[in-house]
């Protein structure tokens, strides 16, 4: 396990104001899913999540979009899940934020992850409408959830009301239109693949004409720069965009990761 974590970098690129590195999220993290399996022992969704590999991902994931996180305020894990995310927010930030969540969960579905996340969750009754005031979030987080909503459209615009102008939503886990996986999935194994995928230049439309102005736009894959921190290198980001540039792997990744600001004119 020890040298399985040598592939997370050291520290996050922001400081955390509860001082978590990234390995110690990391086994918070891996401990929270085995809990929750010894409730929940049959559950494929817990399972698949629970990897290594895709632990690794949502501790690398986290520490892209930490950045972009307000400085305080209300935030809202949409389509959480069983918020992964805001357990991530909790655990690194403590009470700095009014951490939110919203899907069609039943909240006992997941007892372990809701209880240690602390967020003020609400279960969804409509496909698309949110229970929440106009401009009530600093920031929201859209992690694997635009891709599973009925209506996209209509489920930004819901999103476009309850965010406070100028402020972003964070998107990751958008199922990317040309990777592979989601091919062998769909077209060999025909199981468990998403219904809708998407490319760079239908995500954008889809924001502009919902008041979103797409700040970032990227393939959410670490692949090099996970081997260049196992391997010890030094300056790890610069390295790893020459790789990319050289072997562009990420091109046939599994997702789309997207910065976006609300905008109150275009």
Not at 3 to 32: C, H, S, V
Request: hydrophobic share 40%.
């Amino acid at each position: 396990m020890k040298d399985q974590l040598n592939r997370l970098p050291d520290r996050f690129r922001i400081e955390l104001p509860t001082g978590k590195t990234p390995a110690e999220l990391f086994t918070m993290l891996q401990r929270l899913y085995g809990e929750e399996r010894q409730v929940n022992p049959e559950d494929p969704y817990l399972a698949f999540h629970g990897t290594f590999s895709s632990l690794l991902l949502k501790i690398y994931t986290f520490d892209w979009y930490l950045p972009f996180l307000p400085v305080q305020g209300r935030i809202l894990d949409w389509g959480c899940n069983h918020a992964p995310d805001s357990f991530l927010l909790r655990s690194a930030f403590g009470d700095r934020f009014q951490v939110h969540a919203a899907d069609f969960r039943d909240p006992g579905d997941y007892p372990i992850f809701f209880k240690a996340s602390g967020a003020d969750y609400r279960k969804l009754t409509d496909t698309f409408k949110l229970p929440y005031e106009n401009e009530s979030f600093d920031c929201i987080i859209a992690s694997g959830a635009i891709e599973h909503a009925a209506f996209d459209y209509a489920s930004l615009q819901e999103l476009y009301r309850v965010l406070k102008p100028e402020c972003r939503i964070i998107i990751t886990d958008l199922p990317n239109q040309f990777s592979y996986h989601e091919w062998i999935q769909e077209k060999i194994k025909h199981r468990e693949f998403h219904m809708r995928k998407y490319r760079f230049s239908t995500a954008e439309r889809l924001l502009k004409s919902n008041g979103f102005f797409p700040d970032i736009m990227g393939y959410q894959t670490f692949f090099w720069e996970r081997r260049v921190i196992q391997a010890g290198l030094k300056n790890p980001q610069t390295i790893a965009k020459l790789l990319y540039c050289l072997f562009p792997i990420h091109l046939i990744c599994g997702s789309l990761k997207i910065i976006a600001t609300k905008k109150l004119s275009m």
